[in-house]
């Protein structure tokens, strides 16, 4: 069964993103936004195996309760698209390793946005199909495109 997409967008959000989003207190904030759209099946977020690791290490890590991470992982099991990793040849490497699972995803996902804070991604914009980009320039593109 395929999962609704409105916009035909296909995401992978570095942990930044989702972390911001478990820990930001303003309700409107862009980060509670992207999860809201999210939600909202405005777009698809991809995600493999190594992500959901990254994910949940770095959400208790900043001190996410329990509860809201294994709720996190269940809604991004649920609605989320699960990417198996089939090939590991990058063109272009980010300079942090840490960084590699998210543009492994959107290359085999076939995505067409990363979303991220981190430098050594966005460094890597252009490079391939997708963009990779900031949460504010994804969220303007998303409602530009959805009007």
């Not at 930044?16 to 980060?31: D, T």
């Not at 840490?98 to 543009?103: H, L």
């Not at 963009?131 to 409602?143: A, G, T, V, W, Y």
């Amino acid at each position: 069964m395929r999962k609704e997409n409105k916009s035909g967008y296909r995401v992978v959000p570095d942990t930044n993103v989702i972390v911001s989003s478990e820990l930001s207190k303003r309700q409107k904030s862009s980060n509670k936004e992207f999860i809201e759209r999210w939600f909202n099946r405005e777009f698809a977020i991809l995600f493999s195996y190594d992500m959901k690791i990254e994910y949940a290490v770095k959400l208790r890590e900043k001190g996410i309760p329990k509860e809201k991470v294994v709720e996190f992982l269940a809604d991004l099991t649920r609605l989320g698209n699960n990417i198996v990793i089939n090939y590991y040849h990058l063109q272009y490497y980010p300079e942090d390793a840490d960084d590699i699972c998210f543009v492994l995803c959107a290359e085999n996902g076939n995505a067409t946005h990363i979303v991220s804070y981190d430098k050594h991604l966005l460094h890597l914009n252009g490079k391939y199909k997708f963009k990779i980009l900031k949460i504010i320039p994804f969220l303007n593109e998303l409602r530009e495109i959805l009007r």
